[in-house]
């Protein structure tokens, strides 16, 4: 559907719901996000062609980040029409080696993560990297980055994302998925506004619940045995929740049979 002038928003399905893929229309096409691996021949190229566009226009691939339900789709584009790939440069060596986010999830999660010896997407040269502040022209459009970390195995500072984007004009907000509690990926004015402070409250809430677990408990928990007490969100942002208050010294984590179990530091 088209959102704006020339952007369109392209619905990528994926298992029970969809990827967000935009598309930026002018002389060329520039993309946003692509998907999987599928994404491509499944609803990418059926969307330009049904607007009178070909697939061989696209000249731009920009990535939010290297999962792979968002750059599945970016080895098939490259290798059909030559695009150019950017990326944040935090997620430059996750598109170019991509097990090396399975390594890195195994390595801080084992028991989440088996070890896996087969990546989840095609890696791909990148051509151009970005970083927060820069301003992109791109076919007469000028795009600037706004860096909000806190989402992928590269950054984790998700809280203090949703508080800049906060003070952000921010008219109309494309989400990777379409998240509570609108359960859409596009939302505009109070209700985009409305996304990111219950986004923000969110994890604030999952920060505190998980920090009474751990005040309340005798023994080191494992990431599993926090999920099963508190039942919300997922069991991997709780291990980066727990990851944030290691880094602040708040707590401490010892190793245990498959795993990590984790404890108050200044426990009495």
Request: glycine share 8%; proline share 6%.
């Amino acid at each position: 559907m088209e959102i704006a002038k020339g952007i369109h928003l392209i619905k990528c399905p994926w298992s029970t719901y969809f990827v967000s893929s935009c598309a930026i229309i002018g002389e060329t096409i520039t993309l946003i996000d692509v998907g999987t691996s599928d994404s491509p021949e499944n609803a990418i190229y059926p969307y330009l062609r049904g607007i009178g566009r070909d697939p061989s226009e696209i000249s731009h691939i920009l990535l939010t980040h290297a999962h792979f339900d968002h750059c599945g789709g970016v080895a098939v584009i490259k290798k059909e029409t030559g695009c150019k790939v950017y990326v944040h440069e935090s997620g430059k060596p996750y598109l170019e080696d991509a097990n090396l986010i399975n390594r890195e999830l195994h390595k801080r999660f084992p028991a989440l993560y088996p070890e896996k010896e087969k990546p989840d997407f095609e890696s791909v040269k990148v051509d151009a990297t970005f970083k927060d502040g820069d301003l992109l022209n791109l076919d007469g459009r000028q795009i600037r980055v706004l860096y909000t970390p806190g989402h992928s195995v590269c950054s984790k500072k998700y809280a203090e994302s949703m508080r800049r984007l906060l003070n952000e004009p921010v008219k109309i907000l494309i989400t990777g998925h379409p998240f509570p509690p609108f359960n859409d990926a596009l939302l505009r004015g109070e209700n985009a506004v409305k996304h990111i402070h219950e986004s923000l409250e969110g994890i604030e809430e999952l920060e505190a619940i998980v920090w009474k677990v751990l005040e309340r408990s005798d023994k080191p928990l494992s990431i599993e045995q926090i999920y099963e007490k508190i039942r919300m969100s997922r069991p991997v942002t709780i291990g980066c929740v727990l990851e944030e208050f290691e880094r602040e010294g708040k707590v401490k984590r010892t190793e245990a049979t498959g795993g990590y179990r984790w404890a108050l530091r200044d426990r009495r």
